[in-house]
């Protein structure tokens, strides 16, 4: 088998994934009805990532073959397609959605900074742990579990960055604080990782090669059972650091020029949370 | 009156203490002002110091197969050289101008911590003399600044210069620590009433950022030196092959310090050139919030490509190959900055002081300074370069060309803020050009000398022609530079008695160190001027167009 | 200056050294994980360490958290009588905790393990020899706000805030002991 072969012929056209993704947008264009272009997009780009992360080549690789890119389907779920999927709902929909008393005392536990931090934290942290790492990827239930574990933390995490509802938004002191401690929680794992010894993802080091694609990740692509795991760390580390840091950077830089907060503080809307029934 | 009416009868005692007490006022001092110059002076005292290393090891080189200095004494020196110009010159000069500087800025009385503040410059003077102190006990450290394990180890550095290094290092660093918390709490908590952080002059904002740096890096360094001490002292075992210990965990240690100190050592620099080059292009500095935004970036960034000094090490493949990348990112925040520079000159009405001369030379030399260092990002380039003459001439042109020449900026550009005298544009065009041509005459040709072939850190080579025309002539270019830096002091010392007096405002700026006499008072501000922008003095001298009426301060207005 | 800023720079100060030193100790902690395992045949984790005595004295050097944290309220509601006995509370436990170190550190001699011995006694020794370090420096501390308490401090809002800032560190040094704990002790014997 070919890199191309590997690439055209290993879709996993898993239906729960077909129809989740679908139920995704039917629910998008029927309660949310989005107005704003850029919203639509960036909320079926999330629903693509999401499907390619769950059906494509990656998924295959990532099921069987390789610890990295394992690593970037997990990265993908939680630095590109819960983001995505926040930016792409519209703030009137958002506020009318959270004006019912009981959602929205739902939604101040969950994106309560504190709360959905951890939650992320938890989540990334203890699902890299050997032990429940190795047993969702034995057991394809746990697995799902994991991924829905994944898109849902995140979203908390996410949400009191990105929210469309600027009055629930974190202030920008907050908000660098927030995301430098995230950053920092997830270089160290992707760092623990990248020096870890190899054999803690067993798997990985001796796969079980039903597509016989084996010879062709080892020898063609060159990646050694040693490097899959390096590669997965040092991913978890950089590359997933450098969208913490650009949100940071980005933070400050709208902050410095004033686009939001030149409002005097009495001229700030004084909706909150549960107030919008009325 | 912006003073707290109770502070008063304290500040006069002071201000009767300091004319009482005279030259003594000095050693226990703990006012900024004093404590900022007394940082400079050090810093000038370390730099001809390790100026001197400098020319004793260009003269070594100066001919092939020389004898002028033995290869024990050779090692010691560059060791010097290296650690005193990081180390005692460059990181508490900048820091100097930091303490100086930064509440008169904020139209702050002081530090948030005198005291502390005091504690701190005293640490750093002290650890330098414990440093210098080795050469007494006749056994300077020789292991180069970086003092790599295991030759730092007691059986290869059996003698006790490793342990002043050591030692020195980490009381200093203490110091630094101490310096980079206690400017993180003036700036959050002592500003003016109206100087939001969006206000702060870049200098400060650079600063705070930097301290961040400071205390994010520097435990790292302390935490390495405390093994290495360990490891000498009480028989560790750390970096100890013999053990089980690793010698390559030092030099990740160390690096995760290494890396964001070059950024200590430039982003007060980048402050300083972002106040000099707006005030002599009578230009407000072009995208303020980038500038400021892109410091960020740079200063998180430099937590994460620290193995961009390890290539040589072999990490495997893919960790080179994320670090090349994460090392060439970094290339772009500084090169953001380079831009913003050029778009305030860009139109503006330049005025050519020395103080502007020495920014544009500094963008000049930074930019090469660090267009060689994307080329190490490269790691094949890295493997053919690292340890050769093309890394020293790299690295002068990010700290001389760079840091030095806007520390000079800064010196001519405050020094009447600080003495109430002008310094000498005369022997200021003097020093300049004498400092231009001398640097690039000294390290210029050492890229070409990596390039050849040439290691660094080796005593003397072989007659070959090439390495010896270039050896020469970087010589020549060193003694030059030697002969700017007496003018230099001259031009220091007979400006201090006899130079133009400034007034409070010399050069008709716009930040709120121009706002009170030169030099300061003890108290600083006998009246803050109101502050609704990141010129409150422009504001206060053009009523009819101040800067907060206009909202942005992106936009750039000529005047 | 406005008087309304300068009363936080106590705190600020803490946190950002706080921060500082987390650094400082990640390093150690790290170079303890790196070299686990790397002396099977001298002392090591498994042999050496106690878990469950020094997790007793452990428990004790949390409790002075919540002690210190008592006695920080009371501060903060002027009950200095309160403040003070909870402070003292907080001092004996951390005299405690110090004292169950030596204890550890007197075994260990007793059977000839110090600092030079393999690769686990250095990095154990630095690491919880800088945390001990830490506690006794808070347990200095925590004296001279005793004394100062006793002399009428916290009168004033800056004084309070100093107090806090005391308090901080002291709940840093706890935390970091949270780590040593855990990974030396439980991870490291595991």
């Not at chain 1, 069987?64 to 690593?71: A, D, G, K």
């Not at chain 1, 590669?231 to 949100?247: D, E, K, N, R």
């Not at chain 3, 009363?7 to 170079?31: G, M, P």
Request: net charge neutral; charged share 10%.
């Amino acid at each position: 088998m070919t890199t191309r072969d590997l690439l055209l012929t290993t879709w996993d056209w898993e239906p729960s994934v077909i129809i989740g993704c679908g139920a995704l947008l039917v629910l998008y264009f029927y309660f949310v009805r989005p107005r704003t272009l850029w919203r639509i997009l960036c909320y079926c780009a999330g629903v693509i990532v999401l499907l390619l992360a769950l059906i494509s080549p990656i998924d295959t690789l990532s099921d069987h073959y390789l610890f990295s890119v394992h690593m970037i389907q997990h990265l993908l779920l939680i630095l590109a397609v819960s983001p995505l999927l926040i930016l792409g709902i519209p703030a009137e929909f958002a506020v009318r959605f959270l004006g019912r008393p009981k959602i929205a005392g739902a939604e101040r536990i969950l994106s309560n900074p504190f709360v959905a931090w951890i939650a992320a934290a938890l989540a990334l942290g203890l699902w890299h742990v050997p032990v429940f790492y190795n047993f969702a990827l034995a057991h394809e239930g746990v697995h799902v579990l994991e991924h829905l574990i994944f898109l849902v933390t995140a979203t908390m995490f996410w949400w009191p960055v990105l929210t469309p509802v600027q009055e629930f938004r974190l202030g920008a002191g907050a908000a660098v604080l927030y995301l430098f401690l995230a950053s920092m929680f997830n270089s160290i794992l992707g760092i623990i990782i990248t020096f870890a010894p190899l054999g803690c993802y067993p798997a990985y080091v001796h796969p079980q090669d039903a597509l016989g694609i084996l010879p062709l990740i080892r020898n063609h692509w060159g990646i050694s059972a040693v490097a899959d795991q390096q590669l997965g760390g040092l991913l978890m580390w950089v590359p997933a650091g450098l969208i913490y840091f650009s949100l940071i950077v980005g933070t400050v830089i709208r902050w410095q020029s004033g686009s939001e907060m030149d409002l005097p503080e009495t001229q700030a809307s004084c909706i909150t949370r549960g107030e919008h029934a009325a | 009156m912006s003073e707290v009416p109770v502070a008063l009868p304290v500040l006069r005692k002071l201000e009767r203490f300091e004319k009482e007490a005279g030259m003594l006022s000095w050693l226990a001092s703990v006012d900024h002002k004093q404590i900022g110059i007394l940082y400079l002076i050090t810093a000038l005292i370390f730099f001809i110091a390790g100026g001197v290393e400098a020319l004793l090891i260009r003269t070594q080189l100066m001919f092939p197969e020389n004898r002028f200095l033995q290869p024990d004494a050779y090692n010691q020196i560059f060791t010097m050289h290296g650690t005193t110009m990081i180390f005692l010159v460059v990181v508490p000069g900048l820091l100097g101008l930091m303490v100086y500087l930064v509440p008169l800025m904020i139209g702050a009385r002081d530090m948030a911590f005198p005291r502390l503040n005091a504690l701190a410059y005293w640490l750093y003077a002290i650890g330098g003399c414990l440093l210098y102190f080795s050469f007494f006990a006749h056994d300077a450290p020789a292991a180069g600044w970086f003092a790599y394990t295991p030759l730092s180890e007691k059986p290869y550095s059996n003698l006790q210069g490793m342990d002043y290094w050591a030692l020195s290092l980490l009381v200093i660093g203490v110091g630094t620590v101490a310096t980079g918390l206690n400017v993180i709490a003036t700036v959050a908590t002592m500003r003016v009433k109206g100087m939001s952080l969006r206000h702060l002059p870049l200098f400060t904002w650079m600063s705070l950022i930097n301290s961040f740096l400071i205390i994010g890096a520097m435990p790292a360094l302390n935490a390495a030196l405390v093994m290495l001490l360990i490891d000498r002292q009480l028989h560790g075992n750390f970096f100890r092959p013999a053990a089980g210990g690793t010698p390559i965990y030092w030099q990740h240690v160390f690096w995760n310090f290494g890396h964001p100190e070059v950024y200590i050592m430039v982003l007060p620099a980048f402050g300083i050139i972002s106040e000099v080059i707006p005030v002599f292009s009578r230009k407000v500095i072009y995208g303020y919030a980038v500038v400021a935004g892109s410091t960020v970036a740079i200063a998180l960034l430099s937590f994460g490509v620290w193995a961009h000094h390890m290539f040589a090490v072999g990490m495997g493949h893919f960790l080179d190959m994320i670090f090349a990348a994460s090392s060439m990112l970094i290339a772009v925040p500084t090169g953001i900055k380079i831009f913003n520079w050029i778009a305030t000159m860009w139109g503006g009405a330049i005025r050519f002081t020395t103080a502007m001369w020495f920014a544009v030379a500094f963008l000049l030399m930074f930019t090469m300074g660090g267009l060689s260092g994307v080329m190490f990002a490269v790691v094949p380039i890295d493997w053919q370069l690292t340890d050769t003459y093309f890394v020293v001439a790299h690295m002068h042109y990010v700290l001389f060309g760079g840091t030095a020449f806007a520390v000079f900026a800064g010196l001519y550009y405050w020094f009447p803020k600080f003495t109430g005298r002008m310094l000498s544009e005369t022997l200021g065009k003097w020093h300049f050009w004498l400092t231009f041509v001398g640097f690039n005459l000294t390290f210029l040709v050492q890229h070409n000398l990596g390039i050849l072939g040439m290691p660094r850190r080796v005593f003397t080579y072989p007659d070959i022609h090439a390495w010896n025309v270039l050896n020469f002539i970087s010589t020549m270019g060193a003694y030059l530079l030697g002969v700017s830096v007496l003018v230099f002091l001259w031009n220091v010392i007979r400006s201090r008695r006899r130079g133009e007096i400034a007034g409070p405002d010399p050069w008709d700026a716009w930040t709120l160190e121009w706002a009170t006499s030169s030099p300061p008072p003890v108290h600083n501000f006998d009246y803050v001027p109101p502050v609704r922008s990141a010129r409150p003095l422009w504001d206060l001298k053009h009523p009819e167009n101040p800067d907060w009426q206009r909202g942005g301060r992106t936009r750039a207005h000529v005047r | 200056m406005s008087a309304e800023f300068v009363h936080h720079k106590n705190r600020v100060l803490i946190l950002a050294f706080i921060f500082s030193e987390s650094i400082f100790f990640a390093f150690l902690i790290t170079a303890f994980v790196l070299y686990h395992g790397r002396s099977p045949d001298g002392p090591n984790a498994h042999n050496t360490l106690e878990p469950v005595k020094t997790g007793i004295y452990s428990i004790i050097l949390w409790a002075s958290s919540l002690t210190m944290w008592l006695s920080e309220k009371s501060m903060m509601s002027f009950r200095f009588e309160h403040c003070k006995r909870w402070l003292e509370a907080t001092m004996i436990l951390g005299a405690i905790f110090l004292i169950g170190q030596g204890l550890e550190y007197h075994g260990m001699f007793a059977r000839g393990i110090s600092i030079g011995t393999d690769l686990f006694a250095t990095t154990f020794f630095s690491t919880t020899g800088f945390h001990g370090l830490h506690v006794f420096i808070g347990l200095i501390v925590l004296l001279i706000m005793r004394g100062l308490t006793g002399a009428g401090f916290g009168q004033e809002e800056y004084q309070r805030e100093g107090f806090l800032a005391a308090s901080y560190y002291w709940h840093f040094v706890d935390a970091v002991w949270v780590a040593v704990f855990f990974i030396l002790y439980v991870w490291g014997t595991r």
